[in-house]
């Protein structure tokens, strides 16, 4: 039984590599899976990385402190995760307001459309944990807390490009 967990696992992994490369590959202009930015959007991205990096470090602090205070166990190893989409979405905020998150041959509607989706079906992973009981197994954050996380990650990301587009309709 174990063997064929993890054959179909990998099976998924692959496959779900596969898909994201076809979707990122299609979501620029050229068909190229690599995005092109100019210096001034690397500059900013590499600003955009430091703040997402610290905003990882204190979010782990903040959490092995929890840890510490006796929410270990309800983090559970799901919790620490946590601090991952903490970084992104830092990273990812400070990248769309400084114009630096999407690239020179990016199609903005079509890379916006992925991200819908992709949130979509995380957000219905994460209902389907909730409704089955597994969100929370043994007083300890599961799985589908993963899915709700990265759910909120891609709605923080759609929210962040409304608001940059209403900022430079303003702006013109």
């Known amino acids: ?22 979707l990122l590959s299609s979501t620029n202009k050229d068909n190229k899976i690599r995005t092109k930015y100019d210096e001034r959007q690397k500059i900013a991205r590499g ?3 430091m ?3 610290y905003a990882m470090l204190i979010t ?3 959490l092995m402190l929890a840890h510490l205070c006796g929410a270990g166990h309800f983090l559970g190893c799901y919790g620490y995760f946590i601090a991952i989409i903490v970084g992104v979405i830092v990273q990812m ?4 307001f400084h114009d630096a998150y999407i690239g020179l041959n990016t199609n903005v509607n079509k890379y916006m459309i992925s991200m819908g989706i ?3 079906i995380n957000a219905a992973s994460a209902i389907a944990g909730f409704r089955e009981g597994e969100m929370i197994v043994d007083g300890a954050l599961n799985t589908p807390f993963m899915n709700l996380l990265c759910t909120v990650m891609f ?4 929210i962040d ?8 309709k303003k702006d013109n």
């Open 161 to 168: 490009f409304g608001i940059k587009k209403l900022i430079d």
């Open 51 to 53: 703040y997402g990096f």
């Open 155 to 158: 709605l923080v990301l759609l």
């Open 118 to 120: 992709i949130a979509i």
């Open 47 to 49: 600003k955009s990385y």
């Open 60 to 62: 782990s602090a903040i």
């Open 93 to 96: 905020t400070h990248a769309v």
């Open 1 to 22: 039984m174990d063997y064929q967990l993890g054959f179909i696992l990998g099976f998924a992994i692959i496959v779900g590599l596969g898909i994201s490369l076809i």
